[in-house]
């Protein structure tokens, strides 16, 4: 295992796992651990050995969220954080949701606001029972910027979408989980099993069909269904195993 400034980074059996590392901080993220977070991210998907990034923390924390501290002198406008932030934020954000390889986010703990976001952005989200999580934007006068309007609707729906920004309150993994917003929640014990469980199931399936879902199921994000349907119906992927798996059979 290596680290990398505030992340570790273990790549074993076709799944790269990126943790932040900040435990005594509870992993607050800083605008430098955003810029390793995307490069460590860039580099799992351009190896083709690799065919899933898990992003978790260590200790009580999948992350608090920004850490303003980091920001030294330098007051959010309007509400924004600022560019330092932003800029990696976005490109990490956008690089989850839409490369080829599939993206996990193993919330093991706390998981505020920007770590949301990033988890958010994440194909899929497995919580722990005891997790903690919340969108305090509007506690601390802050307003998105890394994704969360946009894709907490689309997780949860539009009304608990609302809810859950308006109060700023904190909710469990159990209640993630029943939300859609996770696809799956188990004790933390179990947490890691898991995810390795779940890794395990989509290793063993086709590299070009994971990459089309991925391109499909956002086309339906952007699209309505009668374009959905003509966008799944019109579009050509590179799979080239179909024969050798068929044959198997």
Not at 126 to 153: I, Y
């Amino acid at each position: 295992m290596s680290e990398e400034a505030e992340l570790l980074v273990d790549s074993a059996n076709g799944v790269t796992t990126i943790t932040f590392n900040r435990p005594d901080a509870l992993n607050a993220i800083t605008p430098t651990m955003l810029e390793a977070l995307d490069e460590a991210v860039a580099a799992a998907d351009a190896d083709p050995e690799q065919r899933i990034v898990v992003l978790t923390g260590t200790g009580r924390a999948f992350s608090a969220g920004v850490d303003l501290k980091a920001l030294g002198q330098t007051s959010p406008a309007n509400g924004v954080v600022g560019t330092s932030l932003d800029e990696p934020a976005r490109r990490l954000t956008h690089r989850l949701s839409t490369m080829p390889t599939v993206s996990i986010a193993k919330v093991n703990g706390f998981c505020f606001t920007g770590a949301l976001e990033i988890a958010l952005a994440c194909d899929l989200m497995v919580v722990a029972n005891e997790a903690k999580l919340g969108d305090t934007h509007a506690k601390f006068a802050l307003r998105p910027t890394w994704g969360m309007s946009q894709r907490l609707p689309r997780a949860v729906g539009p009304a608990k979408a609302r809810e859950l920004s308006f109060t700023a309150r904190t909710f469990t993994g159990v209640e993630a989980q029943q939300m859609g917003m996770a696809c799956r929640a188990v004790p933390a014990a179990d947490l890691d099993a898991e995810v390795a469980g779940l890794a395990e199931q989509i290793v063993a399936n086709s590299t070009g069909s994971l990459a089309a879902y991925k391109d499909l199921y956002d086309a339906s994000d952007r699209l309505g269904l009668h374009e959905g349907l003509a966008y799944e119906y019109g579009h050509d992927y590179p799979i080239t195993d179909t024969a050798e798996r068929l044959a198997e059979f």
